[in-house]
């Protein structure tokens, strides 16, 4: 039997000896095989493409027709030669009143007197007083339509010069429309707001993932317009503070919060924060121990109050309250890391590096992806991209198959500017059939790459499907923007008169609308559109100039030449 066994490992020798001089063979010519392979089915099972609706209009609520209101640099004109005319005739019929009617000539001294007894009558009724402001009015009007003067003047000197060119132009055109009458009777209904507080909370948040956090404050206090008693209103407004890094902001935000319900937990939880952030400890530890008497059930009350704890080096207090979170924590998940995915939304971040920091002391050689990626959202809050990049690719590592991990590596690399990683990574993300939890997000942002790589088709589409599901001024101004590029005007113009209703103070929108304005060859609609651009604010210097060609080339879209 030992001779055989030798014999048996004798002949395996040589069958492993022949084929590493099979393999030698192609390493000494320095040669390789490529073997293709090509698969009938995904071995990770993808989602099927959505069918698009064709037309931009299929996706847009029914709403009744607004009244329209225009008033140009032209109507301006047109309706100060109007009311020149009708005071004119009011003065005329004064004068008739007080010196009658008469072919006799009149001499010049004459002339003046009864121009100095028209005037004291005319101020000693009021009447001058009235004239005046009729024409004031439309004055006015000019001055913003023909002008574009809507700010305070610098100097003296830009002031002066200013009224001198008013003068002269107001003369003239009182010259012009001495015989003509109008009067101004607007009586166009204000619009009922179409937005609700959900889409307020929907469009702040979205704000914020453009880090426009002007517009995301904006909605946010138009929530509190709504109503100051919302306790919820409060809180969020205080999250989103401590998302800018505006501490005394948040803490009042948060004691209004608690000024309405004394017993709301997250409330308690925060404003404990931000006395941490402020060094106030004693009232830190007051608020955290509140919150866990409002609710001893509360785990993430107690990981807060164990965490403040630990970082004051009281042991012996951080482990009672670990403790008693444990005992409230029914998951099979790791209590630091379900507080630490909690707490990053809220945007309490250094309660977020404190758990994690537990998590990888308590298991530090079975870290879960979930670990990994909730570092890598810690990193990227903080702006440390090279380091969340790295913590998210450990993440892929330990399951490929998930598509928030890859979506997650498509929002650092996108904040990195790494536009074609990020499309690849979204795209996967996107192709799985368990859709990540915030495709609005993604598709925003994957909507935005396909516009700056100019693939316009696939930038409509996936714009289209963010206004399906959650339609706000941004999807549409994207739908607006690739009709526009494909030339299909109309569907552009449906969209961002949409996008239009949602937030009429949006300068992309009113630049585009004026481009879309300007190729129909619609001048008061362009000008408008243009006017309303420069009065919010459109400093988007590329959209700038191709209005300008544009106006250079049709002959009009702007009053001021």
């Not at 990053?344 to 879960?368: C, I, R």
Request: charged letters at 25%; a negative charge.
């Amino acid at each position: 039997e030992s001779k055989k066994a030798l014999k048996d490992m004798t002949d395996t020798l040589d069958v492993a000896e022949a084929k590493n001089n099979d393999a030698n063979v192609y390493l000494e010519a320095r040669s390789y095989i490529v073997i293709e392979i090509k698969l009938d089915k995904p071995l990770v099972p993808k989602r099927k493409p959505e069918d698009l609706a064709a037309k931009v209009a299929e996706f847009i609520p029914a709403r009744d027709p607004m009244a329209k209101k225009s008033c140009g640099a032209d109507e301006a004109v047109e309706e100060y030669h109007k009311r020149i005319g009708e005071v004119a005739n009011l003065i005329l019929n004064e004068y008739r009143q007080k010196f009658g009617l008469s072919d006799a000539i009149v001499s010049n001294d004459e002339m003046v007197r009864q121009k100095k007894e028209l005037i004291y009558d005319l101020n000693a009724q009021g009447k001058y007083f009235t004239f005046k402001e009729q024409l004031k009015q439309v004055v006015v009007k000019i001055v913003r339509e023909k002008f574009f003067k809507t700010s305070a003047f610098q100097s003296e000197e830009e002031l002066h010069s200013f009224l001198s060119e008013l003068y002269v132009f107001l003369v003239e055109e009182m010259n012009r429309g001495v015989s003509k009458v109008f009067t101004l009777q607007d009586t166009t209904p204000q619009p009922p707001s179409v937005l609700s507080e959900e889409n307020l909370v929907h469009f702040a948040r979205e704000a914020e993932l453009n880090q426009n956090y002007e517009l995301a404050a904006r909605y946010y206090q138009e929530r509190l317009a709504m109503n100051n008693a919302n306790e919820e209103a409060w809180f969020a407004y205080g999250c989103f503070s401590l998302l800018i890094r505006n501490v005394s902001k948040a803490g009042e935000c948060f004691k209004e919060c608690l000024a309405i319900n004394q017993q709301h937990i997250n409330g308690l939880i925060l404003y404990g924060v931000v006395c941490m952030l402020e060094e106030r400890f004693d009232v830190a530890e007051t608020f955290f121990e509140d919150a866990t008497c409002v609710n001893p059930q509360s785990y993430q009350a107690w990981t807060a109050l164990g965490l403040f704890y630990d970082s004051m080096d009281n042991d012996i207090g951080a482990e009672m309250a670990f403790i008693e979170a444990n005992k409230c924590f029914d998951s099979k998940t790791s209590v630091f890391l379900t507080c630490a995915e909690e707490f990053l939304k809220l945007h309490v971040y250094n309660l977020v590096e404190m758990a994690l920091s537990h998590e990888l002391l308590t298991t530090p050689k079975t870290l879960s992806q979930k670990y990994y990626m909730l570092l890598a959202q810690l990193n990227m809050a903080k702006g440390d991209l090279c380091t969340a990049e790295i913590n998210v690719r450990q993440a892929t590592t330990i399951d490929h198959t998930n598509p928030e991990a890859w979506a997650l590596l498509g929002h650092v690399t996108y904040l990195g500017s790494n536009i074609k990683s990020a499309r690849d990574n979204y795209e996967r993300a996107m192709s799985y059939q368990t859709l990540p939890n915030n495709c609005h997000a993604i598709r925003l942002r994957l909507a935005s790459i396909y516009v700056q790589l100019q693939e316009f088709q696939l930038a409509k589409e996936t714009f289209l499907l963010a206004c399906r599901d959650t339609p706000s001024c941004l999807t549409w101004l994207g739908v607006g923007i690739s009709c526009y590029r494909l030339e299909e005007l109309n569907e552009a113009e449906q969209a961002l008169s949409e996008a239009n209703i949602l937030n009429n103070i949006d300068p992309e929108v009113w630049g585009y609308l004026s481009l879309v304005c300007l190729k129909t060859n619609r001048k008061l609609e362009a000008e408008q559109s243009y006017k309303y651009a420069l009065r919010v604010g459109l400093q988007d210097p590329d959209l700038l100039t191709e209005i300008k060609s544009v106006q250079q080339t049709v002959g009009f879209g702007d009053a001021s030449f």
